[in-house]
């Protein structure tokens, strides 16, 4: 009888702890009357690709996921708002208690695990630069304006400049501060590409044996040697591809033939690069001639996609492709790992600009003009 007794207490609370030992998330929407019937999907992502782990419908305007993961790993919830736009917000998915909010902006933050508390406090310092810049902006180009002036697009652009900086600060004191945890890797992964590679070696010389072995990590590592060889100053890498009518063609074949060549990494699949090109487009019809010439290196993987976006969007400069995705030849070549992202090149071979501003590379071919 006492056997029992001291067996059945001892079953629940082994029962109780493997209970406590998962994960339960529990979400809310700010507006949630727009939102019930809504599906959240629970996801990671593995090789680019997603993997959906776990599916729940919204009631009420709250939502709920219980599992139990083996190891703190980045997670996902995605879902879709009513005008069918898809929204995603990442997050650190480990065990333990966490709710999960979306405000009337579809910014999705997670809180009440260490991890996760450290994600939340970048965002949310971000979101309030990004709120900053929105209500600047509406300074600089009332609502109203149908045609941006040059003074206008002039003040934009360097705000955007000191804004990039505040974001850029931000991502830096937390990962340096947080560089050896899954939530620090995690940000430098997902925010890395406006950095130098001053700034990247200095985060990797604060990271530990553990997180240097992470295998997005060691990829950056690589890359940034690699970025290293193609930084501004330093002679152009060649590389051979092949054009849409099947022609190989090899970067060398452009170099000094203008002032400037200009390598744009872009894909029909990359939204940014879509809505990059009127004007791009524009500074060509500009620019081209004995000054200026235009090298598209397209990351898409089918032939059609390729070509049918030349022709859509009206880019009338050289384009070359070996349709491997991120896998590109020319990409890794160059330390490619956002699009769009560009490399001046000028006609002695030397690269003198990576992702420039339109008005920096129009400053360039104007200086040129009066030597």
């Not at 009631?59 to 709920?64: E, H, R």
């Not at 005008?83 to 650190?92: N, Q, Y």
């Not at 487009?281 to 032939?303: C, H, M, P, R, W």
Request: charged share 25%; hydrophobic share 40%.
């Amino acid at each position: 009888m006492n056997k029992k007794l001291f067996f059945i207490p001892l079953a629940i609370l082994m029962l109780s702890a493997c209970q406590q030992s998962g994960y339960k998330i529990t979400g809310t929407f700010e507006n949630p009357g727009f939102f019930d019937s809504t599906m959240v999907v629970l996801s990671e992502r593995i090789n680019r690709e997603w993997v959906d782990l776990d599916s729940t419908v919204v009631l009420n305007g709250s939502f709920a996921f219980e599992g139990k993961s083996d190891s703190a790993k980045v997670g996902y919830l995605r879902f879709k708002t009513i005008s069918g736009d898809r929204k995603t917000g990442d997050f650190i998915l480990e065990n333990g208690k966490m709710t999960a909010s979306m405000d009337s902006s579809f910014n999705v933050v997670v809180k009440g695990t260490p991890q996760n508390d450290v994600l939340a406090q970048f965002y949310s310092a971000e979101n309030q630069i990004q709120k900053k810049a929105n209500e600047k902006m509406k300074e600089i180009m009332p609502e109203n304006t149908q045609e941006p002036t040059p003074e206008m697009m002039a003040a934009f652009r360097e705000f955007s400049k000191e804004i990039n900086k505040e974001l850029k600060s931000n991502l830096i004191t937390n990962v340096m501060n947080h560089v050896n945890t899954l939530a620090g890797s995690h940000i430098f992964m997902s925010n890395f590409y406006g950095m130098t590679t001053e700034e990247k070696d200095a985060l990797f010389a604060k990271m530990d044996v553990k997180t240097k072995a992470i295998p997005r990590i060691a990829e950056l590592m690589a890359a940034t040697e690699v970025e290293k060889k193609t930084a501004v100053g330093q002679p152009y890498v060649n590389f051979t591809l092949t054009t849409p009518d099947e022609k190989e063609v090899s970067l060398s074949d452009f170099i000094g033939k203008t002032d400037y060549l200009l390598i744009d990494f872009w894909a029909s699949w990359c939204g940014p690069c879509i809505r990059s090109f009127p004007e791009l487009t524009a500074f060509y019809a500009k620019n081209k001639g004995s000054k200026f010439e235009i090298l598209g290196v397209s990351l898409d993987k089918e032939k059609p996609d390729w070509t049918n976006a030349i022709l859509k969007y009206g880019l009338t400069w050289k384009h070359v492709s070996d349709l491997k995705y991120w896998d590109s030849e020319a990409a890794r070549l160059y330390a490619v790992n956002s699009i769009p992202a560009t490399v001046l090149i000028d006609k002695n071979g030397k690269i003198v600009g990576r992702n420039l501003e339109l008005d920096e590379m129009q400053n360039l071919l104007n200086q040129q003009v009066t030597k």
